[in-house]
């Protein structure tokens, strides 16, 4: 049975969002009827059985160097889609140069799961009518829908009716996006499954099987799930610091799996910072970690981000009280906490009022 959610479109896809999921409701409701895709349905559970196979041949007859390889494909490809197809292409909140473009289409396309151009395609409609007909994932329909459910059976027509609206010209003017999309079916298996099983076999002497089962069948399934948790648990479980009207909250161990997305209540309230989070800590969101590094080195530039001034007006409308505390003197700081602070460098008496 599917969650019992009060939902609320987030009307939002960059800083200046319009309002379109409003004409979702009022436009006629088009005749939907559930069309299961039973290809896609043995696919995924053939993937997720070689998985399982992968996991039991990593405690068994894996190299060492087998596994730290699978976990390296794991964070490539999972940046190719956060740092990437999400915060990059998606929602522009900072931007790349050519070389670090063109590692992050790499990265992308190991991750297999679509091209950057579909991915962001979906990824905008996603965020401008969230939890409505027009979201390809609508948490409202349930975990299993938002997890995998969508994958396995035809699009409602408000996915694609909506979809065809939404301004891609950004992305089609990228040279690499343009690359990727029209040699996809050719880069894909090459490098999201060819490469990734023979490298083990060919430098460090792993069998085919364990090549094949672990860094590249047991690391995309995994990498899948990192991704889907996004859209299910995300949608459903966690806090809502920021707008307790919307289904996105803030989930932890989301954000740990899926490299720093899981603070999903503030990302959906402002989608177009680039850290996807209000703070900057790096355990928590590699993603951002990533970028600052590159932007450090002149690779990534017009990183954005919220004000301190704009989040704390947006928590204290729409919040549900569950936000930490700002700062020094903010009213719910304890008490205990406060006496018992070090402060150095303790300034004059005369200027302690400051």
Same mark, same amino acid.
């Given at each position: 049975m599917a969650p019992n959610i009060t939902s609320a479109p987030t009307n939002v896809l960059y800083q200046n969002g319009i309002d379109e999921s409003s004409s979702v409701n009022k436009e006629p409701q088009v005749k939907y009827q559930l069309r299961i895709v039973w290809f896609n349905v043995s696919a995924f559970i053939a993937l997720h059985v070689g998985a399982m196979y992968g996991l039991y041949? #990593?405690? /068994?007859?894996?190299?060492? #160097?087998t596994i730290l390889f699978a976990y390296v494909l794991y964070v490539c490809? +999972?940046?190719g889609i956060t740092a990437g197809a999400h915060r990059l292409w998606s929602h522009r909140s900072w931007k790349a140069n050519f070389p670090l473009r063109c590692i992050l289409m790499i990265f992308n396309t190991?991750?297999?799961?679509?091209s950057i151009y579909e991915w962001s395609r979906d990824h905008r409609v996603h965020h401008k009518y969230s939890e409505t007909n027009?979201?390809?994932h609508?948490? /409202?329909? +349930?975990?299993?829908f938002a997890h995998v459910g969508w994958l396995l059976c035809k699009k409602h027509p408000d996915v694609k009716n909506k979809g065809k609206g939404v301004d891609m010209s950004d992305l089609l003017r990228d040279p690499i996006v343009v690359f990727q999309r029209r040699h996809y079916l050719t880069l894909m298996p090459i490098i999201a499954f060819v490469v990734p099983t023979c490298i083990p076999v060919w430098f460090w002497g792993e069998t085919w099987v364990n090549a094949f089962f672990i860094? /590249? #069948?047991l690391r995309y399934v995994f990498t899948l799930n990192m991704t889907w948790l996004v859209n299910s648990a995300a949608h459903l479980f966690? +806090?809502?610091?920021y707008d307790r009207f919307m289904n996105p909250a803030e989930n932890l161990a989301v954000a740990v799996g899926a490299l720093g997305e899981g603070w999903h209540n503030y990302h959906h309230v402002f989608p177009w910072d680039y850290k996807a989070a209000e703070l900057g800590n790096y355990r928590f969101n590699f993603t951002t970690a990533f970028i600052d590094f590159f932007a450090k080195i002149g690779w990534a530039h017009d990183l954005k981000r919220v004000s301190p001034e704009i989040i704390e007006q947006r928590v204290k409308r729409t919040g549900d009280g569950t936000h930490e505390v700002w700062g020094w003197g903010d009213k719910d700081q304890p008490s205990e906490e406060r006496e018992a602070a070090i402060i150095e460098y303790h300034a004059k008496e005369e200027d302690s009022a400051q």
């Open positions: 041949r #990593v405690f /068994t007859s894996a190299k060492l #160097v490809s +999972g940046l190991i991750a297999f799961q679509n027009a979201d390809p609508n948490a /409202t329909r +349930g975990f299993f860094p /590249t #069948v966690g +806090g809502k610091p």
